[in-house]
């Protein structure tokens, strides 16, 4: 058995007016009850450091100082070297500013010794660049980032093969494949979602919820891994954000959810080879995929109906 106690460290809003050194305790709390509970690997949200800033245009004097030009930086040294003490591999998402004035909104993955041994940059940036007025809220990821540069890569670490991803990459299905066909077995994402869609107000939390859920369980059946999906949650300067973080099994199952929408800690004892038996029958990939018929999904971007 190649068993990982995984911790899903949910967090609950972080304000504008939040600073990086508070946010970075919440975070070495939570961090602490995971190595106190056993757990090898702490997960934490997208934009763990920061407010949700791309809902503003109002603010964009302010945004510069939300992205981080070094990881670890002088605030967030502190998460790293509390993690090193206890052993603990750690994952979390962050507004990156490269040296050459790139932004992306990435996700960084550690060893137990406090190394980076991945990063992943967020390829499918939902949302819009300019103000909408039809909107009852904005989201700007697409003004206030890149696509990611890096496609989905996957690493060997802690004994497993473990891949990322980033909120909205968790709807499609492309980003799981594209992991699953690299021997994925373990997928860590963070999610800032808002419990409202700015353009059907009358969806509601619970299918908001629904939906997030069965992108993740489907993305891990499909491609016979675990998944740990950790969202940062709660009212934001007025925007509430939804909880809902989940630990999922190789066979689709949810076996660990957050109960709340605050700091919280959600665990499961994960066994890596659980992820064997789909990947050597119904997903075995080498044995059942025909990838004569699948020319279209690389080929195309928009949908192209028949002709009538």
Not at 73 to 101: C, M, N, W
Request: aromatic share 8%; glycine share 10%.
């Amino acid at each position: 058995m190649r068993v990982i106690k995984i911790g899903g460290a949910q967090m609950g809003p972080i304000q504008k007016a939040d600073g990086r050194e508070a946010v970075v305790a919440r975070m070495i709390a939570l961090l602490d009850q995971a190595a106190a509970e056993g757990c090898g690997l702490v997960v934490f949200p997208e934009l763990a450091l920061t407010t949700f800033f791309p809902r503003w245009k109002e603010h964009e004097a302010d945004i510069p100082s939300f992205y981080e030009d070094a990881m670890p930086g002088p605030a967030t040294q502190a998460l790293f070297d509390r993690a090193k003490a206890h052993g603990v591999a750690i994952s979390f998402g962050y507004a990156e500013r490269t040296p050459e004035g790139r932004r992306f909104n990435t996700s960084i993955l550690t060893d137990r010794a406090g190394a980076i041994v991945g990063k992943y940059r967020k390829v499918h940036l939902p949302g819009h660049v300019e103000y909408d007025p039809e909107r009852t809220h904005q989201h700007l990821e697409k003004r206030y980032f890149e696509p990611g540069d890096l496609g989905f890569p996957v690493w060997r670490n802690e004994g497993a093969v473990m891949g990322m991803c980033i909120c909205n990459d968790r709807r499609w299905p492309e980003t799981w494949r594209v992991m699953g066909l690299q021997g994925v077995e373990l997928v860590v994402l963070g999610y800032n979602t808002p419990s409202v869609n700015s353009q059907m107000g009358d969806e509601g939390l619970e299918k908001r919820l629904y939906h997030s859920e069965l992108s993740i369980t489907s993305g891990a059946y499909q491609n016979a891994c675990w998944a740990v999906a950790v969202a940062k949650a709660g009212d934001e300067d007025g925007h509430p954000l939804m909880g809902g973080s989940i630990i999922v099994d190789p066979n689709g199952f949810v076996v660990a959810r957050a109960q709340t929408e605050g700091d919280e800690l959600i665990t499961a004892e994960a066994d890596m080879d659980a992820c064997n038996f789909g990947k050597e029958t119904i997903f075995d990939f080498a044995r059942h995929r025909r990838i004569e018929h699948y020319g279209r999904i690389t080929a195309q971007t928009g949908a192209t109906p028949p002709q009538a």
